[in-house]
């Protein structure tokens, strides 16, 4: 994991503290860079968390923007969040937000391999539902499938201040 947070008594390391956050957020922010702009799309995903290390699956059509600039240049960020609480304070720099929240960076692979992306898609169903889905081949022909090997991530988490009403 990388670090230099600002607010560090805000980062969350408790691996269990990341994955409630990995299983609540639900949506996560993906960035691209296509070409010299960047680009960010909202997607749902399924993860895997394995000995610290996080790997990351996203579905969507065959087609598009995401997909042509993943194949340009592999290099993706992501964000996801979840607990959001808006608080009031006594004077408008005490207003705020509650948050836990996960960032990262990695390498998109598009899968090609049908067991792979039948595993991704169960992944990717498990994390949204909670439920134990199965595909079959002609189920993921029609959808591209991207895997995330996550080389870095830190997590960050603000609570509800004691004082706020
Ligand atoms: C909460 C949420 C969850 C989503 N989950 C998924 C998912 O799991 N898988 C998936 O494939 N898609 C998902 N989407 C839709 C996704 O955000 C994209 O719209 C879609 O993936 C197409 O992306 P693309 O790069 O191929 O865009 P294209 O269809 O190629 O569109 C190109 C242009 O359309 C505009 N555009 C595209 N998407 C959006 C958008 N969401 N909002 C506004 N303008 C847009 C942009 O200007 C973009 O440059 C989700 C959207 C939301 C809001």
């Known amino acids: 994991m990388s670090n230099g947070m600002t607010r560090r008594e805000r980062e969350v390391t408790d691996i269990n503290e990341i994955i409630k956050i990995l299983d609540n957020a639900k949506v996560l922010h993906l960035g691209l860079v296509d070409g010299d702009e960047p680009y960010v799309v909202p997607m749902n995903y399924g993860y895997i968390m394995e000995n610290g290390k996080l790997t990351i699956y996203l579905h969507g059509a065959k087609r598009g923007r995401k997909i042509d600039v993943m194949r340009e240049n592999p290099k993706v960020f992501f964000e996801a969040e979840y607990g959001i609480q808006p608080f009031e304070g006594d004077i408008a720099c005490r207003y705020g937000i509650t948050y ?30 909670g439920k134990d889905f199965e595909f079959e081949d002609k189920m993921v022909a029609f959808v591209s499938v991207i895997r995330i090997d996550v080389s870095d991530y830190t997590a960050k988490h603000r609570p509800m201040p004691k004082t706020s009403i």
Do not use: N, P
């Open 100 to 129: 836990s929240s996960i960032m990262g960076k990695g390498i998109a692979t598009l899968i090609e391999d049908v067991e792979e992306k039948k595993k991704a898609l169960s992944v990717l169903m498990k994390t949204q539902t």
